[in-house]
């Protein structure tokens, strides 16, 4: 089986930069890398995809070093309305990552 | 407004019977795909479809069987042969991989829980 790997959960401050990793050591080179925020109770919604090198778009960026064995979500100063949960989607695979529980503190 | 359906919201279920979630998508996906999740979970990979009148097995799909007779549909029964179906489950659908910008974008549908009483 695929594995996507993630931290369980962060905890920030709003305003700050919130960075999250994610390990998907068997991505094939056809694979995309993608992300996306779930509130409870809900379907996840999408955040921002790449393939290789940064991404960036309104909401966040998306740092993919050359291996393309990992990559970075970074949510620009957080606010309390961006606790969620977070996860990373290796696509081809549509296996999703483990998640990460964000928690931004006021 | 174009977006994915699913029906009904939440489901009880009687030990032994089989239930079957409906998904109905009118963005003219090619690819559909149905997730599992349990509380606190991730999302596990049951099924997926790539085209109308073909689908794959995902991590997860013993005991739960799918049919994809229409681009826009692909329910889910969920037999007596799974053991453990108390869930939430999740209905995507996104085009086809080969358009390369925006492949990898899944839409969501809001979700069924299903209760085993």
């Known amino acids: 089986l695929a594995k996507t790997t993630q931290p369980i959960s962060m905890d920030s401050y709003e305003g700050q930069e919130v960075n999250i990793t994610c390990s998907h050591n068997n991505i094939a080179t056809n694979d995309y890398i993608t992300w996306y925020q779930q509130f409870p109770s809900q379907g996840p919604r999408f955040i921002i995809q790449g393939y290789k090198t940064k991404v960036t778009n309104e909401v966040a960026s998306l740092f993919i070093p050359a291996d393309r064995k990992s990559s970075t979500l970074s949510l620009p100063r957080v606010s309390l309305s961006d606790t969620a949960v977070y996860y990373c989607l290796v696509f081809y695979k549509y296996i999703f990552g483990t998640g990460t529980r964000l928690k931004v503190l006021a | 407004d174009g977006g994915i359906t699913q029906s009904p919201k939440y489901l009880f279920r009687k030990e032994g019977q089989n239930v079957t979630l409906s998904c109905e998508q009118n963005?003219?996906?090619?690819?559909m795909y149905w997730y599992r999740q349990d509380p606190g979970q991730g999302l596990r990979l049951i099924y997926y479809s790539q085209i109308v009148n073909d689908f794959q097995k995902g991590d997860i799909a013993e005991g739960y069987s799918v049919s994809r007779e229409k681009k826009e549909s692909f329910p889910l029964t969920v037999t007596s042969a799974q053991k453990n179906p108390t869930a939430f489950y999740l209905c995507?659908?996104?085009?086809?991989?080969?358009?390369?910008?925006?492949?990898?974008?899944?839409?969501f549908g809001e979700g069924s829980r299903l209760t085993v009483l």
């Open positions: 963005l003219n996906h090619d690819a």
């Open positions: 995507a659908s996104s085009i086809p991989g080969t358009s390369g910008r925006k492949a990898g974008e899944l839409f």
